[in-house]
């Protein structure tokens, strides 16, 4: 249960926009914070496999984010700001740690909020966010033909090590869906350890969510580079900037590297709330980005598919979580079917793509706050986004790359 601290509730009633008088009026739906949070829990979700077409390549309604994010009245692109603000309002009651907020409709931000001392330009680690990106390199790696797919086996792609035989069969499919068989429990991200110990279960077989074996795929793409197929970039790090960063125009501050010396596959980035948000931009435009096609056609359908159950409410694709049920959102049009996925990181990272929608909601917030349960807050933020972000939708478009 997330507990509301007395003096950010007091610092915010003294700003004039009080979370007490906002969390009773919530309460008048589910008569209390309590109870809201608790009925989080019951909410199922949907596996999604995104139904944009893939034959069109149409305009984006406004400039590529690629250099700077273009703001809109939330009217222009049928949101309505009055229910925004309140979004605004409401978020740091239900997330007193949180550090921002973002609201991006038709590519454009109609919603920005920082709190608790951050801003626009304050890079933060992302954690668990880092996997979205990682598989995103990889679909990159196929795109460019130096992978073949996702059914390559392990093995063959790092030769180098010594392979316990019972991960002889281990794809890079199982990696992206956490059915490696390779635990957290083993802490460190060493690929020697992770590849002669024994599996917690046969590859391929049960879900485990491992916070080590994503840097099998950065060891995989820093081999590649090493040898030449991206041209003057040395190791992965070079690669995903010519490739993945510098294109979308993200910058990364950091990213922590593990016992060999490549970058953490599953939790090492450190980049602002507006460079997580491209991302999630060029996934809702199934991987093209400008007059690009950065991702292969179709990656970002079956990154999305719900192929992998965690628990009642969502599920797992290629290092992204999925939903097992659509939310219905109504609009002057009528209602719609809204199903989603979402990259989330430790406490609170968030990257949540709505594609029916054409709508991303992205935040941050403070991972060392240890009230906030990281299985629980996923479901809590979905379900603030259902009521108070689509809530905002009063008109209904068709999502990227459809007329």
Not at 46 to 57: H, I, K, P
Not at 182 to 209: C, K, V, W
Not at 295 to 315: H, I, T
Request: charged share 20%; aromatic share 10%.
């Amino acid at each position: 249960m997330i507990q509301i601290q007395k003096s950010k509730v007091k610092g915010i009633q003294q700003k004039g926009h009080s979370c007490q008088t906002r969390l009773l009026g919530f309460s008048s739906h589910k008569k209390r914070l309590g109870s809201y949070i608790g009925l989080c829990t019951l909410l199922t979700f949907a596996c999604v496999s995104r139904g944009a077409s893939q034959t069109q390549m149409l305009q984006a309604p406004g400039p590529w984010p690629t250099t700077a994010w273009s703001a809109t009245a939330p009217e222009s692109v049928g949101m309505d700001s009055a229910a925004l603000k309140e979004a605004e309002q409401i978020y740091p009651c239900i997330f007193p740690s949180g550090y921002s907020l973002l609201v991006i409709r038709n590519g454009q931000l109609v919603s920005e909020s920082y709190f608790n001392g951050q801003t626009a330009e304050t890079p933060n680690h992302i954690y668990s966010v880092t996997k979205t990106f990682v598989a995103t390199l990889l679909g990159i790696a196929v795109k460019q033909g130096w992978i073949d797919g996702v059914d390559q086996r392990v093995a063959v792609l790092l030769p180098e090590y010594s392979i316990n035989p019972k991960f002889a069969e281990l794809t890079l499919e199982d990696v992206l869906t956490h059915r490696s068989g390779i635990g957290s429990s083993r802490g460190s991200a060493d690929i020697s350890l992770m590849l002669e110990g024994e599996p917690q279960s046969p590859p391929g077989t049960a879900f485990e969510y491992s916070n080590i074996a994503p840097s099998l795929i950065t060891a995989i793409l820093d081999r590649l580079a090493k040898e030449g197929v991206a041209g003057d970039k040395s190791d992965v790090s070079g690669l995903a900037q010519e490739y993945l960063f510098g294109p979308l125009g993200i910058g990364v501050s950091e990213w922590n590297k593990g016992s060999n010396g490549v970058p953490d596959g599953a939790n090492g980035l450190h980049m602002t709330t507006r460079d997580m948000a491209r991302l999630g931009y060029l996934l809702l435009w199934d991987g093209r980005w400008e007059d690009k096609q950065i991702l292969p056609m179709g990656w970002v359908k079956e990154a999305s598919k719900y192929r992998v159950e965690f628990d009642r409410q969502k599920g797992y694709g290629y290092l992204n979580w999925v939903r097992r049920q659509s939310d219905i959102v109504q609009t002057a049009q009528g209602d719609i079917e809204v199903q989603g996925y979402f990259a989330y990181g430790h406490r609170g990272q968030f990257i949540g793509v709505y594609p029916e929608l054409d709508l991303l909601v992205v935040t941050m917030a403070d991972a060392t706050d240890a009230t906030r349960d990281t299985y629980f807050v996923p479901d809590l933020l979905h379900d603030f986004v259902r009521r108070f972000v689509f809530s905002a939708v009063k008109q209904s478009n068709n999502p990227p790359g459809q007329k």
